[in-house]
């Protein structure tokens, strides 16, 4: 009876607080915005070199960027701008070279010395991935993992096609050509790290039983290092018997390292931003630099907690305090699929990525997949409905379908023509409101009432979409990088906020909106956005 009787109570409460609390109403004014999860450098940071003058350099492939780390304070700036500094590994040859590859866009450049104009030494690669010079000769050797699975040698004057050396190896990832000539590097697939012949392609196993290793550098001592990207740890190899030892449990989600000349070895994470410095003599860990929150892309919001997909991992944030906690993370979860996009329902998540043409449905109480929508055409949002079937937009044929049933075979078109689409959210009044690349926020009656009209026109690049408790619409303008109030009753716009760090540029190929700028609103009016430039999250208050 006891717990009947506090239902009771509970419930009219309950009520009550219902009866006198009112919806916000429209702000005259916005705070400034502040960030809630600090800004961190890169965009995902993965390959790693000590060059002849000491520097540290890191790259991006997804931040289109080579930069520079101190290795004293960890201070972070870009050496090489976008597009052409984009950067999966990175190479220093006998002689100062600097070469990276350009992993998106399947190409090799290189440059003498910092005043020296770059060179394109290979091209047409898709997944050009690791690369290292033989020092004793100057030769260059790269591998294409992902996206193509085959070891080359790259002629350093650009006049040679590259030469095949090895194909179907199981990823060779990582790797650097030894003193003696050989190719030390792990095979992300098969969980071995190898040593390759360059002249004729004999492959040797030096050590196996790793789960994911990503990148391994030899010390001068006799030993191979290799970092474990889903296991997050930083293994010694000894190359005479190939024993291994774990140096130092890290983080999963590790991408690559390299040792410098002391014998400090630097580690990267994909997945925060970091780059960390052992030293093996001591065995301390220190980190240089790194963030939160990788690459933030699509967010919403329930209560208090901010879901954001951040392309590396997928993440709760505290919309409060700005803590945050990782439900994913790449490598570590294997379902994870590169996600931009974030939607939501009262029991499940449904994480969108453009470039694994995928939506992964992942239950919220259990934060298993429970389904995943293959093969679509450059997918770019989707919003699991409470019927179980899930809406999903598609930037490569401009529409929005419904797919449903036994493992969403039942496709219906919702809507056609749309111009680059880009983010959803569905309205108060039950019709999806969808921005469009185009410079539209786009209203699609799901019951078919009406045929869908744009509510708003000549908006700059228009990404990230949400509605207000009073009804107005918040939107990103990231081409102009400023967020803007839109009410479509009216018909009137304002500017919420401008000079944002947001907007970042995609490389050749790659789709216009790139990593979509994410907002949400909370139930007070405050405004959440996530920020591609710096990979921060903000929060923007209303005004009274």
């Not at 228009?462 to 009073?470: F, I, L």
Request: aromatic share 6%; glycine share 12%; with cysteine.
């Amino acid at each position: 009876m006891k717990r009947i009787f506090g239902g009771a109570l509970l419930a009219s409460a309950f009520l009550l607080g219902a009866c006198t609390t009112a919806p916000p109403t429209r702000p005259g004014a916005w705070a400034p915005p502040e960030a809630i999860v600090a800004p961190s450098s890169f965009s995902g940071v993965h390959g790693l070199a000590v060059d002849q003058q000491g520097r540290l350099l890191a790259g991006s492939v997804v931040g289109n960027t080579l930069w520079e780390v101190d290795r004293q304070t960890g201070a972070a700036r870009v050496l090489i701008k976008s597009v052409e500094g984009q950067a999966d590994d990175i190479a220093i040859g006998p002689k100062g070279e600097l070469a990276w590859t350009n992993y998106l866009m399947g190409m090799l450049r290189m440059r003498e010395s910092d005043s020296a104009p770059m060179r394109v030494l290979a091209k047409d690669l898709p997944g050009l991935n690791s690369l290292d010079f033989d020092r004793r000769n100057g030769k260059l050797y790269a591998s294409q993992v992902f996206l193509g699975d085959a070891l080359w040698e790259i002629d350093v004057a650009g006049q040679k096609p590259p030469r095949l050396i090895k194909k179907d190896m199981g990823g060779f990832n990582g790797f650097e050509v030894g003193p003696d000539g050989m190719l030390y590097g792990p095979l992300w697939f098969k969980g071995q790290v190898v040593k390759i012949d360059p002249a004729n392609g004999a492959m040797t196993v030096i050590a196996d039983g790793f789960k994911i290793p990503a990148a391994a550098n030899l010390d001068g001592k006799g030993n191979l290092w290799v970092v474990d990207a889903r296991s997050g740890e930083l293994v010694r190899v000894d190359l005479a018997t190939g024993r291994k030892t774990v140096a130092k449990r890290l983080k999963p989600s590790l991408d690559n390292l390299a040792i410098a000349p002391e014998g400090t070895v630097y580690v990267s994470n994909m997945a925060d931003n970091s780059v960390e410095a052992f030293n093996p003599a001591t065995g301390e860990l220190r980190l240089l630099t790194g963030g939160k929150l990788a690459v933030p892309a699509g967010l919403k919001i329930d209560g208090n907690d901010l879901w954001v997909a951040d392309i590396f991992g997928f993440r709760q944030v505290d919309a409060t305090s700005g803590a945050v906690r990782d439900i994913f993370r790449m490598q570590r979860d294997p379902d994870l699929e590169y996600p931009f996009a974030v939607g939501l329902s009262a029991t499940h998540f449904a994480l969108t990525s453009w470039f694994t043409g995928t939506v992964q449905l992942v239950d919220r109480k259990t934060l298993k997949t429970t389904g995943v929508l293959h093969g679509l055409k450059a997918p770019v949002d989707a919003i699991p409905m409470p019927d179980g079937s899930v809406i999903y937009a598609e930037i490569a044929t401009g529409s929005v379908s419904r797919a449903s049933g036994p493992k969403f075979e039942n496709k219906e078109v919702i809507a056609s023509g749309l111009v680059g689409p880009v983010q959803m959210t569905l309205g108060k009044d039950g019709a999806l409101y969808v921005t469009e690349a185009a410079g539209k926020l786009t209203r699609i009656p799901l019951d078919a009432s009406a045929p869908l009209r744009a509510v708003a026109e000549g908006l700059a690049m228009p990404e990230g979409v949400a509605q207000t408790p009073w009804g107005t619409f918040i939107v990103a303008e990231s081409a102009a990088r400023r967020l803007v109030e839109i009410d479509i009753a009216s018909g009137t716009r304002r500017t919420v906020a401008e000079n944002l760090p947001i907007g970042l540029e995609g490389g050749p190929g790659m789709p216009p909106p790139y990593v979509p700028t994410g907002v949400a609103v909370g139930s007070d009016g405050t405004i959440y956005m996530t920020a591609d430039r710096n990979n921060a999250l903000y929060r923007i208050r209303p005004q009274r």
